[in-house]
């Protein structure tokens, strides 16, 4: 805390276009976030668990399973509120399945590279996790995200896997992080992965050179063409995620 009122005055310097941050307002609407997706993902995590095993629960088994396992004690509109909701999400989720026509319409059209590191892909059994083709979903499926083909992209499969659900920059334990590059001259994935989300939402809010204008998660991802940026760093020294996010390239 010392430190931070001494740096104070230099914040918005220090973290550029992320001052917001570290502002008492930015970082109560973080908190709210976090705290808001944390309840997200738990009532979704038991409400896929309860209904992929018995569809046609009714919405009494849920309540039961968020006053019991997430704490919503004594909250009985609240919690009935939250089960309905919960429940139609996570039937929805569950019913979201992608077919094998979409899938092979996706690998037909799409380009055969990573719409996040860029690399080549192959739809090969054999590929290497950084080549292996897979589809993935822009909006996370988890959270809502459709099968359309607008929300479709090809991504390798090591970043598929490594993003999972996110779909901010904040999803990840990137603020604490303290870097150095790793033998290839690269940071940790998640880190990348973190920088290539906080550009793609950058592009698509129409705040970035690549797009004045506010478009698509899909059409932004083609103006970024390989959304996680060339990183110069020097491999001598260790770098915070903001110093990382500052040097990479629109």
């Not at 849920?62 to 429940?87: D, F, P, S």
């Not at 380009?111 to 822009?138: D, I, M, Q, Y």
């Not at 603020?175 to 990348?192: C, F, M, Q, S, Y």
């Not at 992965?193 to 899909?218: D, E, F, N, Y």
Request: charged share 20%; glycine share 4%.
């Amino acid at each position: 805390m010392a430190a931070y009122e001494m740096a104070a005055p230099c914040v918005p310097v220090l973290f550029g276009g992320q001052a917001w941050v570290v502002s008492p307002e930015g970082m109560t609407e973080a908190c709210r976030l976090s705290a808001a997706m944390e309840i997200t993902h738990r009532c979704l995590n038991e409400g896929v668990d309860l209904y992929t095993a018995n569809p046609q629960a009714s919405v009494d088994p849920m309540v039961h399973r968020l006053r019991l396992v997430i704490g919503m004690y004594q909250m009985n509109e609240v919690a009935l509120r939250v089960a309905q909701v919960t429940r139609l999400a996570s039937l929805a989720y569950i019913n979201r399945q992608l077919s094998p026509s979409r899938i092979k319409q996706v690998h037909q059209t799409e380009r055969k590279f990573c719409c996040w590191c860029g690399n080549p892909t192959l739809r090969s059994k054999n590929a290497p996790e950084n080549a292996k083709a897979t589809v993935e979903h822009l909006w996370p499926e988890f959270l809502g995200g459709n099968s359309a083909l607008e929300n479709l992209a090809i991504a390798c499969s090591k970043c598929n896997t490594a993003r999972q659900h996110a779909f901010t920059w904040a999803w990840f334990s990137t603020p604490a992080i303290n870097e150095k590059l790793d033998v290839n001259g690269a940071v940790p994935r998640e880190v990348e992965l973190a920088i290539a989300l906080h550009r793609l939402i950058k592009v698509a809010s129409g705040q970035s050179p690549l797009s004045t204008v506010r478009t698509t998660l899909k059409a932004a991802m083609r103006l970024l063409n390989g959304a996680i940026p060339n990183l110069n760093l020097p491999a001598n020294r260790r770098f915070t995620y903001f110093e990382i996010l500052q040097n990479s390239t629109e």
